[in-house]
């Protein structure tokens, strides 16, 4: 596999916390075969993204995008996932490394969730 994806999520005490993503990575796997998915937590689960970015370019990527699974950008993406991205890319410079926009960031993830909570209004009469 030459294209590799890395979800990142924030992570939780509560190993349950990541089904949602478990469930996303599964479906991408599953339509892109081709490219080797990994989950990747900046706290608490496992792994984190240097384990996660490691994986990928021993299995031979030659590049890997990371997709911050956040809604917004705070903190973590504006200050610890550009240090943790060069640390990776530090390791591994043979791959080309990128992050895209958060989820959250993203018209068509926006609008299904405004989907989703029009969904559960009541129809207006």
């Known amino acids: 596999m030459t294209q590799g994806l890395i979800l990142l999520a924030h992570g939780a005490r509560d190993p349950r916390w990541a089904q949602p993503f478990e469930d996303i990575a599964r479906r991408i796997r599953a339509a892109r075969p081709e490219v080797a998915v990994e989950l990747a937590f900046l706290e608490f689960l496992a792994p984190d993204l240097p384990t996660a970015g490691a994986r ?16 917004g950008v705070g903190g973590h993406v504006r200050k610890d996932l550009p240090r943790l991205v060069e640390q990776v890319a530090d390791r591994h ?10 989820i959250g960031e993203i018209d068509a993830v926006v609008a299904a969730m405004a ?3 029009l969904a559960l209004l009541q129809p207006t009469p």
């Open 93 to 102: 410079p043979a791959v080309r490394w990128r992050v895209a926009p958060t």
């Open 56 to 71: 990928l370019a021993a299995a031979g990527c030659a590049s890997v995008e990371v997709l911050p699974v956040f809604l």
């Open 115 to 117: 989907g989703a909570a």
